[in-house]
């Protein structure tokens, strides 16, 4: 019996030194695999960097084709004015943001009731008259147009160190 058992042991230890080889090489080959997952997961940022950079240099070089495009005149005043078309509508437009609202104001403010809003009472809080002024619509125009200048600066000043 201790014969059997002997050789059943001594069988067993000799597998011994291969499984352990089994086992650190399954260990080294899942280490390499995760190696190998974040070698592929830089390449991927690197890539995503790289279309980034192509996608902002294709950006600066059609800028600098349409301000290319845009010769001076020689007329000092034509060349000022030509700079100016945008920030003269956007004045404009809130001008007349402003008398509108100011007009709505002085209408819900008179006595007289309004033809649009019959049977509605018509509040002489001021409270209640801001409140249907500055409106929905009003705040999206208003997070609109904030968002197109102050985000537009942000996305020109993106490459340039801060």
């Known amino acids: 019996m ?3 058992f002997g050789a059943l042991i001594g069988f067993l230890s000799s597998m011994f030194p291969h ?3 089994l086992l650190k090489d399954r260990r080294d080959k899942t280490h390499e695999i995760e190696v190998l997952k974040i070698q592929m997961k830089g390449r991927r940022e690197e890539q995503s960097d790289r279309l980034e950079e192509v996608r902002v240099q294709a950006d600066a ?9 845009v010769r001076p005149s020689g ?9 100016t078309v945008r920030p003269v509508i956007t004045y404009g437009f809130f001008a007349a943001y402003v008398c509108v609202k100011f007009a ?20 002489q809080n001021w409270f209640d008259i801001i409140e249907r002024l500055w409106n929905a619509e009003d ?11 102050f985000g537009s600066r942000q ?4 490459g340039e160190p801060r």
């Open 139 to 149: 705040q999206a125009i208003f997070a609109s147009i904030i968002a197109f200048w």
């Open 61 to 69: 070089s059609e800028m600098q084709a349409l301000y290319a495009s």
């Open 75 to 83: 007329v000092w005043w034509v060349d000022a004015l030509s700079g």
């Open 19 to 21: 499984v352990m080889e």
């Open 155 to 158: 996305f020109s000043r993106r």
């Open 104 to 123: 709505q104001y002085h209408v819900m403010m008179s006595a007289a009731p309004l033809p649009w809003l019959e049977g509605a009472a018509v509040s």
């Open 2 to 4: 201790i014969t059997l």
